[in-house]
């Protein structure tokens, strides 16, 4: 089992440009997140999955879009990146719905925006 | 609504020393609590969980949290700390299903 796996681990982009951050799961899970970590304010929710064909808002949406294409695998993507968006993003799964499964986290996806 | 405060940003132990780290939840039911680890340029990995059961939790790595509901804390604890215990370390709460809050992280250094 790889787990979660996320492509690419680094990425350099000029504002304005666009990208799309891979992430894909082996474990089965139904429910997958988005997250970006900036210094000294933790993990932040940009989206989440709670099961194939569903996605919805978390803390910090603005400027990011989502697909969950299959169980499989959550894309999250930057239409006009700014900035602001300069950040590491993280992809996490789990399975189940009642709050105290556990999450597994991609390696990460470190981006800076020019 | 669901929240999770850590008190510091940078703790530092001695090698062989107590490590104690804060976290504060606030919830209006019965949370479930985790201790996540950061180790340099890698995902999180899970410490330990809090589910309801006993209030004293142990993880990985000799660590270990009790629950106090009545001081709506979680703090993560090691009796002797370790080098390789360096690490940036996430208290997160889940109070609704789907939905983890997280802490703003708190960074252990071991001095030698």
């Known amino acids: 089992n790889a787990g979660v796996t996320q492509t690419p681990k680094f990425q350099v982009l000029k504002t304005g440009q666009s990208m799309t951050l891979q992430c894909a799961q082996d474990?089965?899970?139904?429910?997958m997140y988005w997250y970006r970590q900036d210094p000294g304010m933790g993990l932040r929710l940009i989206y989440y999955?709670?099961?194939?064909?569903?996605?919805d808002k978390g803390e910090v949406p603005n400027g990011y879009n989502v697909s969950r294409l299959n169980k499989r695998e959550f894309s999250l993507r930057l239409e006009s990146a700014a900035p602001s968006q300069t950040s590491v993003y993280f992809c996490?799964?789990?399975?189940?719905?009642?709050?105290?499964?556990?999450?597994?986290f991609g390696p990460g996806t470190r981006l800076l925006v020019l | 609504a669901q929240s999770v405060t850590q008190l510091g940003s940078h703790v530092s132990v001695s090698e062989g020393a107590l490590v104690l780290l804060r976290c504060n939840y606030s919830?209006?039911?019965?949370?479930?609590l985790f201790w996540y680890v950061q180790y340099p340029n890698q995902g999180l990995q899970l410490l330990l969980k809090?589910?309801?059961?006993?209030?004293l939790v142990k993880g990985i790595n000799g660590f270990e949290a009790e629950f106090k509901k009545s001081e709506t804390s979680f703090h993560l604890t090691k009796p002797s700390a370790h080098m390789s215990d360096a690490a940036e370390y996430f208290c997160?709460?889940?109070?609704?299903?789907?939905?983890?809050?997280f802490g703003t992280g708190t960074r252990l250094k071991v001095l030698a």
């Open positions: 996490a799964s789990l399975t189940g719905t009642s709050g105290k499964e556990t999450q597994y």
């Open positions: 474990m089965n899970h139904n429910s």
């Open positions: 999955s709670a099961s194939e064909g569903t996605t």
């Open positions: 919830s209006s039911v019965p949370p479930y």
């Open positions: 809090y589910t309801s059961a006993a209030t």
């Open positions: 997160a709460v889940s109070e609704i299903p789907n939905k983890y809050i």
